[in-house]
Every structure is written in structure tokens, then in C-alpha cells.
T-cell receptor, first 115, second 111 residues
């Protein structure tokens, strides 16, 4: 069964450093998403991406964040100048578009710890 | 009023019991509804979509009540492996829109 994959599973970084979280969405999916979940809190939407551009973003997704699809398979989230409050699980998800449902399938997540 | 609300639980039920959760939402433009389960420190896994006419998948039944703006999940003959947090999610458009998640309801099925 196709699945979303994410690397690394755990990233530890110092405050102020930049991190790049990587995702490989399901191959025939066209919509990609990043969500985050702070420990003990709900899953929160960050950004959606379609046709090589951002289609929607939340207020969390400020200038500190950026996304990119550098090639035909990877989808990345870059966090510049990380802050302590960026510590969270970051989930990538993907969904089909036309002809399918918008059921979103999640990757296993990257646990980001900012020290 | 919060956009999506769920009773956080925990619901502690014996094996074999039937248990039901509700999820209320405030955005009347919500169109697509889903139930996910999330195990501790894992990703949300899609359990089922929720259709207007209601739908069933084995021991799981999901229903939508648009008039009262809630969805429900019924689990029959609960198993130990059903222990997890159950998240409702919804989007305002049918395709490619972000999901708004509820905070989740924790279920513990006890032997």
C-alpha cells in the first residue's frame, strides 16, 4: 500500500538554526500539506501546496517558514531561525485531486526539538 | 465557540462494549468530514470518511447531522486494539482544502 514517508524521524537543533524537513508524498497525489502538533495539543494546519505553489496557509505559516517541491518526488518544509516554540511533531500529508476524494494520508512525522 | 469540539475523555470501556463519540463544529460551510485515529506519538491514520447518508465499515459506524452540526462515531464490540485517540477532521471544500482537526477523544478499552 502506498504511503507518505518523512525524514528525519527526529531532528534536534539549536535555537536560531535552520532546519529542513523532508517528505515524499504518495506518487499519484497532487495536493500536499504540512501540519504540526505540539505535544498534548491538536493537529494544526500549516500550509497546502498544489501545482508548484502554495494554495493556502495558516497564520502560523509566517515568513519563518517556506515550502518547496525541489523535484518530482520530494516536498520540503524549511524553518528558518528556529524558536523554542517550534518544537513539535510535523506531519506531511497528501491527497488526490480530481476524480478522487480529498482524504488526506499522513506520514509518520518528524519530531523537531529546538534547544 | 471553538471551531471543532470533542469530549477529551478518557472513555474507559470494557472489551466488547459499544462506545460512541461526537464531534461538533461551528463552520456551517464544512463539507467533508472524516474520522482519524491517532496512537500515542504517531501520525493520524484515516479511519473513515463520513457521508451524509451515514456509513459503516465493519464495527465502525459514522454519521453526520448537518442540522445540529455534529458528526458521530460508533464502535461496536470494542477491542483492546481500539485504544487510541479519535480525531474528527473536516474541510470547507470538497477538494484540496486544509483540514481542521478536533482536539481528539481518548478511548481506553480495558480487558
Amino acid at each position: 500500500e502506498p504511503e507518505v514517508t518523512q525524514t528525519p524521524s527526529h531532528q534536534v537543533t539549536q535555537m536560531g538554526q535552520e532546519v529542513i524537513l523532508r517528505c515524499v508524498p504518495i506518487s499519484n497525489h497532487l495536493y500536499f500539506y504540512w501540519y504540526r502538533q505540539i505535544l498534548g495539543q491538536k493537529v494544526e494546519f500549516l500550509v497546502s501546496f498544489y501545482n508548484n505553489e502554495i494554495s493556502e496557509k495558516s497564520e502560523i505559516f509566517d515568513d519563518q517558514f517556506s515550502v518547496e517541491r525541489p523535484d518530482g518526488s520530494n516536498f520540503t518544509l524549511k524553518i528558518r531561525s528556529t524558536k523554542l516554540e517550534d518544537s513539535a511533531m510535523y506531519f506531511c500529508a497528501s491527497s488526490e485531486l480530481a476524480g478522487g476524494s480529498n482524504e488526506q494520508f499522513f506520514g509518520p512525522g518528524t519530531r523537531l526539538t529546538v534547544l | 465557540r471553538k471551531e471543532v469540539e470533542q469530549d477529551p475523555g478518557p472513555f474507559n470501556v470494557p472489551e466488547g462494549a459499544t462506545v460512541a463519540f461526537n464531534c461538533t463544529y461551528s463552520n456551517s460551510a464544512s463539507q467533508s468530514f472524516f474520522w482519524y485515529r491517532q496512537d500515542c506519538r504517531k501520525e493520524p491514520k484515516l479511519l473513515m470518511s463520513v457521508y451524509s447518508s451515514g456509513n459503516e465499515d465493519g464495527r465502525f459506524t459514522a454519521q453526520l447531522n448537518r442540522a445540529s452540526q455534529y458528526i458521530s462515531l460508533l464502535i461496536r464490540d470494542s477491542k483492546l486494539s481500539d485504544s487510541a485517540t479519535y480525531l474528527c477532521a473536516m474541510s470547507a471544500q470538497n477538494y484540496g482544502q486544509n483540514f481542521v482537526f478536533g482536539p481528539g477523544t481518548r478511548l481506553s478499552v480495558l480487558p
